[in-house]
């Protein structure tokens, strides 16, 4: 299988011994592990978290960072930066790269990066075979208002439990 690139969104206050950075090193274990490569903001919580499993694991990693944060460069777990000037030309970036979109817990950042993702797909702009994966419940309730309101707009998400039924998913896809 040539490398797919699964973009992953979640929180960047997470720390190690969180249930969202445990979860986020694990789902870059098996992600590479399944032969993908992953791709996130390349900065810390999460974005550590899932590049650490996945270089730990043998895998591929990029962070795409972004000048306008003023921050240092990208974490260690990462094999190539991609430097933006932007927070939109971030997101485009990930998005770009993206095969499938793994989304974590996380607050408005990683709200942004879901709705943008999804909104795209539920346009025709994103390729229909592009899936977008919540991981774990967090976002559920999220989904629910909106099935309420739109049902067909949830047809692209996809629910796992965890980093295993996210590769099953992948997997499936190919």
Same mark, same amino acid.
């Given at each position: 299988?040539?490398?797919?690139? +699964?973009? &992953?969104? $979640?929180?960047?206050?997470?720390?190690?011994? #969180?249930?969202?950075?445990?979860?986020? =090193?694990?789902?870059?274990?098996?992600? !590479?592990?399944?032969?993908?490569?992953?791709?996130?903001?390349?900065?810390?919580?999460?974005?550590?978290?899932?590049?650490?499993?996945?270089?730990?694991? $043998?895998?591929?990693?990029?962070?795409?960072?972004?000048?306008?944060?003023?921050?240092?460069?990208?974490?260690?777990? &990462?094999?190539? =930066?991609?430097?933006?000037?932007?927070?939109? =030309?971030?997101?485009?970036?990930?998005?770009?790269?993206?095969? !499938?979109? !793994?989304?974590?817990?996380?607050?408005?950042?990683?709200?942004?990066?879901? !709705?943008? +993702?999804? =909104?795209?797909?539920?346009?025709?702009?994103?390729?229909? #075979?592009?899936?977008?994966?919540?991981?774990?419940?967090?976002?559920?309730?999220?989904?629910?208002?909106?099935?309420? #309101?739109?049902?067909?707009?949830?047809?692209?998400?996809?629910?796992?439990?965890?980093?295993?039924?996210?590769?099953?998913?992948?997997?499936?896809?190919?």
């Amino acid at each position: 299988m040539s490398k797919k690139t +699964v973009s &992953i969104f $979640g929180t960047g206050r997470a720390r190690p011994g #969180d249930e969202a950075f445990e979860l986020a =090193e694990e789902l870059g274990k098996v992600l !590479a592990e399944a032969g993908f490569r992953i791709a996130n903001g390349g900065y810390s919580g999460t974005m550590l978290a899932a590049a650490k499993g996945a270089a730990e694991a $043998g895998g591929e990693t990029i962070g795409v960072t972004c000048l306008a944060f003023g921050r240092g460069g990208a974490n260690e777990y &990462i094999s190539r =930066e991609i430097v933006t000037s932007t927070l939109d =030309e971030r997101l485009e970036t990930l998005i770009e790269l993206g095969w !499938a979109y !793994a989304v974590l817990p996380g607050s408005t950042g990683t709200l942004l990066e879901l !709705a943008k +993702v999804w =909104e795209l797909k539920n346009k025709g702009f994103l390729n229909s #075979d592009k899936p977008i994966i919540l991981v774990g419940g967090f976002w559920k309730p999220l989904v629910e208002l909106v099935a309420a #309101d739109e049902p067909g707009a949830i047809a692209c998400i996809r629910q796992a439990d965890g980093p295993q039924q996210v590769k099953n998913i992948l997997t499936n896809c190919i």
